[in-house]
């Protein structure tokens, strides 16, 4: 009896169009009310046939790996609509291609294969299709980007040390006058050493200043900091300047981060009557550090 009970049980299911997993109240075909386990396996050989019994493969081998996906046959072989998921977490690229006459599509363009670069993930589907592209590439998703930290600031480029009048150089932020910014968010100009322009009949050499800027609040982590710099002209003189990186470094009072730069002036060398390209005026350094982790 309990044989019989047995068989008209799994055959009015089999009737039934919707199937309940820990639910009494299907909506779907199937519907799952909890948790959904599939096969997973991490691969490390360089080269790898995907079974009919995987589901989501992890690469974690060294070097270029080759994932080739199963033959797709008709019947109980065609697979349609069988879904494999595949993430590279290795430091080298997988090529993902179709067995030997099978297509993968991307788009309307079948191909034989697909390149998953590192860190990257993929998904491809089994349509109906065994010539025309028989995998859809349903889902890509490319190496994590990289995140950045941006911080930007103004800070003065003071007068020139030979300028008519000029400002005597200094150095351990014996003047204060140039200093920029407010709180902690505050730059001091520790130092200035100008040099004076050289015009001859040989060469010529710009009026230029080796600049070092102290930052008072917390020193940044400057492990792959990109100093960017430009110089500005808020005044009414004509003068035109270039800034030039020279070091970033955790080495100032108490190791506060300090910033040296050069600042030259390119649009006139030498003299011009009263007038000459050691500036006296008072200019921008602009000022982007962007920190790459």
Not at 131 to 143: I, Q, Y
Not at 216 to 236: H, R
Request: charged content about 10%.
């Amino acid at each position: 009896m309990k044989k019989c009970i047995s068989i008209f049980l799994l055959w009015g299911l089999s009737l039934n169009a919707q199937v309940g997993i820990n639910t009494t109240t299907p909506n779907s075909t199937l519907a799952v009310n909890g948790s959904l386990g599939a096969n997973y396996k991490q691969v490390t050989a360089n080269t790898y046939t995907i079974l009919a019994n995987d589901h989501y493969l992890t690469y974690n081998g060294t070097g270029d790996a080759t994932f080739t996906l199963p033959v797709i046959g008709t019947g109980t072989t065609s697979y349609t609509g069988r879904i494999y998921k595949i993430k590279n977490i290795s430091t080298s690229a997988i090529t993902l291609q179709a067995s030997s006459g099978n297509t993968l599509r991307i788009d309307n363009t079948p191909v034989t294969s697909f390149v998953i670069p590192l860190g990257a993930y993929a998904e491809v589907v089994n349509n109906t299709n065994t010539t025309g592209g028989t995998w859809d590439l349903s889902f890509t998703v490319l190496p994590k980007p990289s995140n950045v930290e941006i911080y930007g600031s103004q800070l003065s480029i003071p007068p020139h040390g030979n300028g008519t009048p000029g400002v005597a150089d200094w150095t351990n932020h014996t003047t204060t006058s140039y200093d920029t910014g407010s709180g902690t968010d505050l730059w001091w100009v520790i130092s200035k050493s100008s040099t004076t322009y050289a015009h001859t009949a040989a060469y010529s050499n710009a009026s230029r200043m080796m600049i070092v800027y102290e930052y008072q609040g917390a020193p940044f982590n400057v492990t792959n900091m990109y100093p960017i710099l430009t110089a500005g002209n808020n005044s009414s003189f004509p003068d035109v300047f270039t800034a030039s990186f020279v070091s970033l470094a955790n080495n100032g009072t108490g190791g506060k981060t300090r910033l040296t730069v050069s600042v030259s002036r390119i649009d006139f060398i030498g003299a011009n009557g009263s007038n000459n390209s050691n500036w006296t005026g008072t200019f921008l350094l602009n000022l982007l550090l962007a920190r790459k982790y």
